[in-house]
């Protein structure tokens, strides 16, 4: 039994040196402008769906400062504050709500946040008939599939991604804390673990294949590694890459389909250099679907698209 239950990732926050140059950055990848707080040198930037904001900028020097996980309740945040003699505050952002600050093993900040209002939709510009046409399947008939251009849709954050110094300590830390559910545990070689996808223990409500993902690499200091936000679908991708690459943003690692959790991805790097993805249709799994063991083959790897940038650094 874990402490309290999370729901799904909220938000990711971060500091920069240029919250105008962030926001282009942000407008261009698709997330939608939530509010400017010039008083307090601080961005939070939305998407799509029903979450006050999905992406929080403050003023300083780049770097990854938090990521926001909703649970179910207040009593899952009073839980979670005995437990780590912290407390429950309110979140100063929009959409209020209270929030309980916790710091994992590896010192990363993580806000537990529960009662954060929502805000409704937005109405997705999409200018094409929905149907896809398959090999033997026409549903779409006498009429045209235009893709609308410009930037992607972004719906919602999806996972976040951390480097740790012990995954073993930081998936037990997790998981007591969150009922996180393990889908794919990374082993290089038979019994041992370097790092697991897990989603959120929602029962039978179909979760995101992961909500997060640890990996602890050969070397190096922890690090946060990426966050990624799930677009509309697979034409709503691929014109927002062609927007950016005319934007003049960096492009990561992309167009392709992951092995694990199966999702189309694309990512970026923001102006400072943090990888950001973009993905769609991905893998839906509940509880009782369970989890397996994946090498770090099928990690790298992909089912199409381009080499894994972290493949060719090791020369394979």
Request: charged residues 20%; negative net charge; contains cysteine.
């Amino acid at each position: 039994m874990s402490i309290a239950k999370a729901v799904d990732v909220a938000y990711v926050r971060f500091s920069a040196p240029d919250l105008a140059k962030m926001q282009n950055f942000l407008l261009d990848f698709g997330m939608v402008d939530s509010v400017s707080d010039q008083a307090s040198n601080r961005l939070f930037m939305r998407g799509t769906g029903r979450a006050p904001f999905v992406h929080a900028t403050e003023l300083g020097e780049p770097g990854f400062k938090a990521l926001g996980i909703w649970v179910r309740d207040r009593a899952d945040l009073e839980a979670l504050a005995a437990h780590d003699g912290a407390s429950v505050e309110p979140l100063d952002a929009p959409g209020g709500g209270l929030v309980v600050r916790l710091t994992d093993p590896d010192g990363f900040l993580i806000e537990a946040v529960a009662e954060q209002a929502t805000l409704p939709q937005v109405e997705r510009t999409l200018s094409y008939p929905m149907p896809w046409n398959h090999g033997g399947e026409h549903p779409r008939i006498g009429s045209f599939r235009r893709v609308r251009q410009g930037a992607s849709h972004v719906q919602r954050l999806g996972h976040c991604v951390f480097g740790v110094s012990n995954f073993r300590r930081s998936e037990q830390w997790y998981k007591e804390r969150f009922g996180f559910v393990t889908s794919d545990e990374i082993q290089p070689e038979p019994g041992v673990a370097i790092g697991a996808f897990m989603r959120a223990d929602r029962g039978d409500e179909p979760c995101d294949h992961h909500t997060i993902f640890l990996f602890e690499p050969p070397k190096g200091p922890p690090e946060f590694m990426h966050s990624a936000f799930e677009v509309a679908d697979v034409d709503d991708l691929m014109a927002g890459h062609d927007f950016l690459i005319q934007a003049g943003w960096h492009q990561h690692w992309g167009v392709g389909r992951h092995i694990l959790g199966s999702q189309i991805f694309d990512y970026w790097n923001d102006p400072w250099g943090h990888e950001i993805e973009h993905w769609t249709d991905g893998d839906q799994l509940r509880t009782a679907d369970g989890g397996g063991i994946a090498g770090l083959d099928q990690l790298l790897g992909g089912q199409w698209g381009p080499p894994n940038p972290v493949l060719e650094k090791l020369g394979k």
